[in-house]
């Protein structure tokens, strides 16, 4: 645990961490008995209700809560305005920012902080460098979707992690590196077979969040059940997220190139 700091201003590190985990957090589960602000709080030397707190004035400057007044009790400061602006604007480098701030806190080495998979089989130098950056945003991009989501499919409900994906929108490969890839509003929470649909182009979303099936997948062979079950959500509006609403320029990029009327 760090020296208490209480009372101490909010320095540049701090609020980059609260702000990853703002991202993290569903709106509603910002309180001092969430297990996840209690361990940042240890961390920093600070008290839960401390991080809390600076995870609400953090959200005073998120546009899509601001659309729904939920966050008119909130006060942020300069630099929480300035950090909610350059990071919105460059997803991956928050959350590779945030894990390098969370390791040199801990004095350990970013691989000990997140399970980054066989990276330390790849030599060191630039290469794996960019590697390691690409595999905490894809960490980041996954935990920010499915919690946005409530860890639940958006077409079907369903809450079993093991089924569920963090689907792009746009697709990653498409995607700018600092915008795109892991923004969170090119993100939705599908469970494993709706997630392949999407990705193929069997289905997609309109503008009001609304579930479209492509006519190739209505006239694909399959059982009445099977049939009945996926053309059940045709023009039902998805579950929508917490915060981070899937992006309407995204959607518009998945009709236009990814759709199969």
């Known amino acids: 645990m760090a020296a208490d700091r209480t009372g101490i201003k909010w320095s540049r590190e701090e609020t980059i961490l609260a ?30 209700g401390s991080v809390g707190l600076k995870m609400h004035n953090l959200a005073h400057y998120d546009p899509e809560l601001q659309k729904r007044n939920v966050t ?11 950090i909610f602006s350059e990071f919105s604007r460059d997803w991956t480098n928050l959350s590779y920012q945030a894990q390098l701030i969370r390791a040199k806190l801990q004095n350990k080495d970013i691989s000990e902080v997140i399970d980054l998979g066989d990276i330390d089989v790849i030599p060191a130098g630039k290469y794996r460098d960019q590697m390691m950056k690409t595999r905490v945003g894809q960490y980041f991009f996954r935990m920010t979707v499915l919690n946005s989501y409530e860890n639940r499919c958006c077409v079907t409900g369903l809450k079993q992690p093991e089924l569920l994906v963090a689907s792009h929108i746009k697709p990653w490969k498409v995607s700018d590196e600092r915008t795109e890839r892991t923004n969170p509003a090119n993100g939705l929470c599908l469970n494993a077979l709706h997630d392949k649909a999407f990705d193929r182009g069997l289905i997609t979303l309109d503008k009001r969040y609304k579930i479209i099936v492509s006519r190739k997948l209505k006239d694909t062979e399959m059982d009445s059940e099977t049939k009945s079950w996926f053309m059940g959500y045709s023009d039902h509006q998805i579950i929508l997220p917490d915060k981070f609403l899937p992006g309407k320029d995204f959607i518009e990029y998945h009709n236009d190139v990814i759709f199969q009327r």
Do not use: V, W
């Open 19 to 48: 702000f990853d985990l703002y991202c993290r957090t569903p709106f509603g589960k910002i309180s001092q008995g969430n297990p996840e602000i209690i361990k940042l709080a240890h961390l920093l030397g600070r008290t839960p």
């Open 72 to 82: 008119a009790m909130a006060h942020g400061s300069k630099l929480d305005g300035e």
